[in-house]
T-cell receptor
Framework: SQTIHQWPATLVQPVGSPLSLECTVE??????LYWYRQAAGRGLQLLFY??????ISSEVPQNLSASRPQDRQFILSSKKLLLSDSGFYLC??????????FGAGTRLSVL | DQQVKQNSPSLSVQEGRISILNCDYT??????FLWYKKYPAEGPTFLIS?????DKNEDGRFTVFLNKSAKHLSLHIVPSQPGDSAVYFC????????????????FGKGTHLIIQP
């Protein structure tokens, strides 16, 4: 069966520091991969999606970037965090269908 | 502009009764709809989905109804159980064969369902 791993679960970072969140999927190959963010009191907002290695599309201009160095690995990064980057970050995968399966999420607090 | 709207931030239902969660959408290009359930500090869990070629899909205690002309869908939970207390998100996509969902999902803001004993 397929599983998705996302870490860390929580992260507290100072403003201006870098960020790296990692997500890996097991038990499947060539999945679509996604990064979402849920800000307080809001729905999930799509940040990036990827249909293959080194194929990244950005939905919202922002202070973040994404990379997919391996088929089942998706990384969310920032060179300098802003206060507004705080939120709950979720990685998801799909087997090339509309149904997406989510990881446990990372709670990021930028102070 | 919010393309998927869940106008009820919260809903309280007595255990054993029916829970009805509503969702409206504005983008007529959406043709696949999903419901996710989310507990605090966890990722959303896929619950049930429906294609626009159907008007109803049922899975155990969960039924989703789609009214395309009204751009409205609803999730019915019967009977409601304490473990159903969670935030429910409605989501939509452009369709199974339009890039395999590669565009990602558009989510509503969620409805917090509270099941009272």
């Amino acid at each position: 069966s397929q599983t998705i791993h996302q870490w860390p679960a929580t992260l507290v970072q100072p403003v201006g520091s870098p960020l790296s969140l990692e997500c890996t999927v097991e038990g499947t190959s060539n999945p679509n991969l996604y990064w979402y963010r849920q800000a307080a009191g809001r729905g999930l907002q799509l940040l990036f999606y990827s249909i293959g290695i080194d194929q990244i599309s950005s939905e919202v201009p922002q202070n973040l970037s994404a990379s997919r160095p391996q088929d089942r690995q998706f990384i969310l990064s920032s060179k300098k965090l802003l206060l507004s980057d705080s939120g709950f970050y979720l990685c998801a995968w799909s087997p090339k269908t509309d149904i997406q399966y989510f990881g446990a999420g990372t709670r990021l607090s930028v102070l | 502009d919010q393309q998927v709207k869940q106008n009820s931030p919260s809903l309280s239902v007595q255990e054993g009764r029916i829970s009805i969660l509503n969702c409206d959408y504005t983008n007529s290009m959406f043709d696949y709809f999903l419901w996710y359930k989310k507990y605090p500090a966890e990722g959303p869990t896929f619950l049930i989905s429906i294609s626009s070629i159907k008007d109803k899909n049922e899975d155990g205690r969960f039924t989703v109804f789609l009214n395309k002309s009204a751009k409205h869908l609803s999730l019915h939970i019967v009977p409601s159980q304490p473990g159903d207390s969670a935030v429910y998100f409605c989501a939509a996509s452009g369709g199974m064969y339009s890039g395999g969902g590669a565009d990602g999902l558009t989510f509503g803001k969620g409805t917090h369902l509270i099941i009272q004993p």
